[in-house]
């Protein structure tokens, strides 16, 4: 039974993180409808620039919010330079846009701060409850389900958010409404990249900085926001619960898995639920005139 | 031709041979008079880029040997290329090193898939893969791989150690073990069954693994605590190994807790970790730990901390990959020096198979290099020291792993 | 399309000739030319150099397999190395630990990729486009993994890998070994194209491509969707592990670590640079993703990665069709000249 409780909350604290990314991962394609390979070496970037920053002396909160208005700003700097001139072009040039980012992240980040492991500071006191779980991993999902929620009332309730659901789903008819479609695109960046780096930042405690530690992350974010519905931000945080859990659960008690296979489940995961219920658990179908 | 011309020519001739005689060194492709070429491999991109530092802190050190005047007059060029730990692009740089560079030899690649892609072709094309940076076992068979030979102890070796100290210390252990799945966990947990012997099966009662791209190895953590073990083997490397030194403090458990030399770093490490987590961790060394207290006024590391300083100043100090390539340059310099004029690959492979009692000055104090023809594992001695939530307490003799079997 | 209008204008006016050869003409004198340099190169470079125009070739045969499927089906992957690890093994199994001959372990590791493609065309049909590049994407990310499972180690070498050696040239013809295999696999990727080319210009390459611009369309008009994707994935794995086989043989070693994300991201990255649709690019692309990352670590070992990237977002704006558009674009200016 301890061990079935241990597994649970370590599977939860595991969940906010790839809750936290599934969240940026929906966010981003909110907005341009596509998935963004690069948004896992966002976050890992602005975290080190959190580092940056802390190491030089700022104090934690201010440099956390110096971050992510710099993660915003950068999110909707490389939105307007980089990807505007691709808007019309096929799904694959925007792929290997992604891809191209990765490379220029990963890289950048590991000539400027090396590839050594660096602590990061965490804003929530050392200890846990019981040893179940640590007061950070704690903070963690309380901040996630907080950014949950103001998402939630930016879109249902603010005029800009109605604004961008518009412009994504339909970009021709709210032109004609007036809406800057382009801008529009480009808070969607800013605010995945800043939800990013919120997560890479409350991460980085946990797993450790440095340059290579979202690659693994990011896939399982994925496979949240898939198994929670893309289009759904609570989805993909209940999304990342799931997965987080189930991928504790099966490596305990599935024999033959063990931990050996977990990425293995997580592409069974991803196959398994994109097969039998594409929108997800939570997800709306769409249905498409043809 | 008349006999004056002839005269010219024979007093010519005879007038030209001391001066070949002394331009005399023996070459094969990569040496001359003037140079020496040595190839290498690092993972500069890709998931294992952290060891990449090994490499740039060899093109330092050899910096610094050529600004002081090279090996006998002759000036290293290190041509190092990146293979991102991927096997086949390994094989690429070094054909590429050996074929197209024409190096004289190659010098600590790093990781086991990548030498062992070309562990092969080396030895068919008789060029030396001296001293490579891993820890396997396969590396010190000069019977059937003449041409390798690795440094470092190998992780067989340290798992034996600690096994021995188990079975001393511990007989009613019931050990917990977790690696990382891959070559590198898996040589040390086989190093620790052997050593265990027939009691392997009774005393080993959990064995988890995970993947480097997994965030966490909290999980396999609770599991290995939940097994009921009081033995703790933790063959991670930094990230993972804070990771569970964190994590078995927060669940409350207190095993005896055997750390991999790979990472026992108090600043890559044991800092992160929180100091207090590691207090009673057991580990091994062979290299001082340039983070670690005690050696702070220690003559070697001022030198090791000056060489960084000058030479690779955005290198990390507090990591002991940089004192690892550090000592290894050395071992090099060593060997190039022994050939004197006769830079042949062969004559290479016999001087890095004739380092007797070799002291560096970053080893332990009471650890020597020593190799032979049929002793190809220069470094075999190791000592067990234990966290005292500072440094490490060095303590026990000075272990030998020759008699394990090699 | 342009077969069409092609035999629609000659109905009407003679073909047009440009310095007495047709369009036709010139593309065979060109592909000609190429050949031939293929075929003498060898012997004007060293054995370095030689091996590495056979990874080129090699990488061009696995990046056919995704043009089949990306560029003239329509379906993304970002998984092809998991179906080149496939080829890999296979061969590595076969030649060390049953001491099959070489030369029989390409059709054997075509038909496990073949295997292997089509069943996971089955899931494939449910999703599209981005999601099918997700799909892929973990694929790729568990290969290793899946590679270093204990329980298979048996076969796989596990971590530690297999050690080949390739076979030296038979009837002790004056080739070297590096050069032989060289020829070999010259033999294949052109085999390969020749492959491609047929399939893409028959009624089942048109189906095929039908799918790729409208699926519904396609659908309403009879084709059976379902057996062609499935069919065409299969295809493509079955090209992409014969350079898998290949590759085990010529770098004489397979491990988990050489079949990463990265190498599918290589693949992909390669397809669009050669051109995407157009099959001759699939060697293009190759050689960009074998020389360009070298080039780049030339110029500076820190930025090696940044650069690279810099790179191929360049070549996504300025040569969006890739190499294919380039040369499109230069035969077009040619022609007009000429004119």
Redesign the interface.
């Known amino acids: 039974m ?2 079935f409780l ?2 649970i909350f ?2 939860l ?2 969940g906010a ?1 790839y809750a936290a990314v599934a969240l940026a991962v929906v966010m981003i394609f909110l907005a341009i409808d596509h998935f963004n390979f690069a948004q896992g070496e966002m976050a890992m970037f602005s975290t080190f620039i959190c580092w940056a920053l802390i190491d030089a002396g700022v104090p934690y909160w201010l440099a956390f919010v110096l971050t992510i208005a710099i993660a915003f700003a950068g999110g909707v700097v490389i939105e307007r330079v980089l990807f505007r001139p691709l808007h019309s072009a096929p799904v694959l040039s925007h792929i290997i846009a992604f891809l191209g980012l990765f490379f220029i992240l990963n ?1 950048a980040a ?1 000539w400027i701060w ?6 990061m500071a965490s804003p929530f006191p ?1 200890g ?1 409850f019981g ?1 179940l779980i ?1 007061y950070h991993q704690v903070g963690m999902i309380a901040v996630v389900l907080l950014m949950l929620a103001l998402l939630f009332l930016f879109f249902r309730f603010t005029s800009v958010g109605l604004a961008m659901r518009a412009a994504a789903q339909n970009p021709d008819s709210a032109r004609l409404c007036g809406i800057p479609v382009g801008w529009m695109i480009a808070l969607g960046w800013g605010m995945a990249s800043a939800i990013g780096a919120v997560g890479g930042i409350l ?1 980085a405690p ?3 900085l ?4 979202m ?3 990011l ?2 974010g994925f496979a949240a926001a898939i198994v929670g519905g893309i289009t759904n931000p609570a989805g993909a945080v209940a999304g990342g619960f799931l997965v987080g859990v189930m ?2 659960l099966i ?2 008690y599935v024999p033959f898995v ?3 296979l ?2 293995t489940v997580a592409l069974v995961l991803i196959i398994g639920v994109l097969m039998v219920k594409p929108s997800g658990l939570f997800g709306r179908t769409t249905v498409t005139r043809v | 031709m008349n006999r004056r011309t002839a005269i010219a020519l024979l007093t010519a001739a005879g007038l030209s041979l001391p001066a070949a005689a002394v331009a005399a060194g023996k070459y094969d492709p990569g040496a001359s008079d003037t140079e020496i070429k040595i190839g290498n491999t690092n993972p ?4 294992a ?2 060891y ?2 090994i490499g740039k802190t060899i093109a330092a050190y050899f910096n610094k040997v050529n600004d002081e005047g090279g090996i006998n007059g002759r000036k290293i060029t290190f041509l ?3 293979d ?5 692009k390994t ?2 740089q070094y ?2 090193l ?3 560079d024409k190096v004289l030899l190659m010098f600590q690649s790093l990781g ?2 990548p030498n ?6 080396m030895n068919r094309e008789k060029v030396p893969q001296l001293f490579v940076a891993t820890g396997a076992t396969k590396w010190g068979d000069p019977q059937n791989f003449p041409w390798t030979m690795g440094w470092q102890p190998n992780y067989q070796t340290e798992g034996r150690i600690y096994a021995a100290y188990i079975k001393k210390n511990l007989p009613n252990a019931k050990i917990a073990i977790l690696f990382q ?3 590198y966990g ?1 040589d040390y947990l086989q190093g620790m069954k052997d050593g265990l012997g027939s009691l392997a099966s009774k005393m080993i009662v959990a064995e ?9 190895v ?3 953590i ?2 290995l605590k ?1 097994s009921g073990a009081d033995v703790f083997f933790n063959v991670t490397t ?2 993972f190994a ?2 569970a030194i964190r994590k078995i403090a ?3 458990w207190k095993p005896t807790h055997f750390l991999n030399n790979v990472s026992n770093s108090v600043g ?1 490490v044991m ?2 970790a ?1 100091p207090e987590n590691g207090i009673g961790v057991i580990s091994t060394f062979y290299t001082k730990d340039p983070t670690d207290p005690q050696w702070k006024d220690d003559a070697a590391y001022k030198k090791w901390s000056a060489f960084m300083d000058k030479y690779y100043a ?1 290198g ?1 100090k ?2 002991t990959f940089t004192v690892y390539g550090y000592t290894a340059a050395q071992t090099m310099v060593q060997v190039l020096q022994q050939c004197g004029d006769d830079l042949t690959r062969a004559n290479v492979m016999k001087q890095a198979a004739n380092l007797k009692d070799l002291q560096l000055d970053m080893l332990l104090p009471g650890i020597k290099i020593n190799t032979g023809p049929k002793d190809f594992f220069p470094i075999e001695q190791m000592q067990l020291a234990k966290f005292n939530g500072k440094g490490w307490d060095l303590f026990g003799e000075i272990i030998s792993g020759e008699a394990s079997g090699s | 399309m342009a077969a069409e209008t092609r035999v629609a204008a000659a109905a009407i006016e003679p073909e047009r000739r440009i310095a007495g050869l047709t369009a036709g003409g010139w593309r065979n004198a060109a592909a000609a030319a190429a050949v031939t340099v293929a075929v003498v190169l060898p012997w004007t470079v ?4 030689v ?2 125009l056979t ?1 080129v070739l090699i990488y061009g045969i696995a990046i056919l397999g995704l043009n089949v499927l990306t560029g003239f089906n329509g379906q993304f992957s970002l998984g092809h190395s998991a179906f080149f690890a496939i080829g890999a093994y296979t061969a590595a199994i076969l030649i060390e630990r049953y001491g099959v001959s070489s030369y029989l372990t390409l059709p054997a590791a075509g038909a496990f990729g073949f295997a292997a493609g089509f069943l996971f065309g089955f899931p494939a049909l449910r999703l599209s486009g981005l999601y099918l590049a997700l799909a892929t994407f973990a694929l790729s ?1 568990a290969t290793p ?1 899946l590679l ?1 499972y204990t329980h298979f180690e048996h076969f796989t070498g ?4 297999i ?1 080949l ?1 390739k076979d030296s040239a038979p009837f002790d013809l004056p080739l070297s070994t590096d050069q032989w295999w060289y020829y070999v696999t010259l033999a294949v990727t052109l085999l390969s194209m020749w492959m491609a080319r047929n399939l893409v210009q028959s009624r089942t390459g048109r189906a095929i491509m039908a799918i790729r611009d409208n699926p519904i369309a396609a659908a309403t008009m009879g084709v059976n969707t379902a057996l062609y994707k499935t069919l065409t994935f299969g295809v493509s794995a079955l090209l992409t592990a014969v350079a898998g086989a290949l ?1 085990a043989i010529v ?8 079949f ?1 994300f ?1 190498l599918s991201v290589y693949f992909l990255i390669g397809l669009v640079i050669g051109g995407v649709g157009w099959i001759p690019g699939a060697v293009i692309g190759g050689a960009f993703v074998l020389y360009v990352p070298n080039l780049a ?1 030339g110029i500076s ?2 930025l ?2 940044v650069l690279f990237g810099v790179i191929i977002l360049l070549v996504i704006y300025l040569m969006p069709t890739g190499a294919a558009g380039l040369i499109r674009l230069a035969v077009t200016q040619i022609r007009r000249r000429l004119e």
């Open positions: 301890e061990l241990h597994q370590s599977g604290a595991t993180i890289n590991g090396d590839f050594t492991i660096k602590p050392a846990s040893g640590s991460i946990v797993v450790f440095e340059p290579n530690m690659l693994g992350i896939l399982y991928e504790n490596g305990t063990g931990s050996e977990k990425l | 500069y991109s890709g998931p880029s952290a990449g530092q190092s290329l990146d991102g730990y991927s096997p086949p094989k690429e054909r590429r050996v074929e197209s086991t898939p062992s892609a070309v562990h092969a072709y799945n891959d070559d898996k988890e693994s995970y993947e480097v791209t997994e965030p966490t909290d999980s396999q609770i599991k939940a930094p990230k804070a990771q927060e669940l409350g890559s800092n992160p929180g955005d990390d507090k990591s | 060293g054995s370095f150099e091996f590495q990874l990310v993994q270093k596990g971590v530690q890998g050690n050696l590759s770098v004489e070693f397979v491990a988990p670590d050489s990463t990265l670590e070992t820190g090696a990665g």
